[in-house]
């Protein structure tokens, strides 16, 4: 059973920065890719970034690109999701959830699997 718990939400100003972090209960979290999801009310579950197995190739979505920045520690089995520049468009419930393949990499919500339960982050303006 594979359990991710997000953590590190909360209320900010725009312009200002969080930093999320999921934390994995998982023995081969080091051989998936790890991925950041968020979703506004009404609105569909879009991709943020992810990361690669190894660490070595992140990967994210055109709205926040150059602002957050995904990292991973293998030895924690920790990802992280640093976000910057915030801006109310950004305010969503955050998920954390692994990859149904070790080894592959992609951004498509299905292919996806094991969610953590999302974490709030509110930007006011």
């Known amino acids: 059973q594979v359990q991710l718990v997000e953590s590190g939400g909360g209320l900010v100003q725009a312009g200002g920065s969080l930093r999320l972090s999921c934390a994995a209960s998982?023995?081969?979290?080091?051989?998936?890719?790890m991925g950041w999801f968020r979703q506004a009310p009404g609105k569909e579950r879009e991709f943020v970034g992810a990361i690669s197995w190894s660490g070595r190739t992140p990967y994210y979505a055109d709205s926040v690109k150059g602002r957050f920045t995904i990292s991973r520690d293998n030895a924690k089995n920790t990802v992280y999701l640093q976000m910057n520049s915030l801006k109310t468009e950004d305010t969503a419930v955050y998920y954390c959830a692994r990859r149904q393949a070790a080894y592959t990499m992609g951004q498509k919500v299905a292919d996806f699997g094991s969610w953590g339960q999302g974490t709030q982050v509110t930007v006011s303006s």
């Open positions: 998982i023995s081969t979290f080091s051989s998936y890719t």
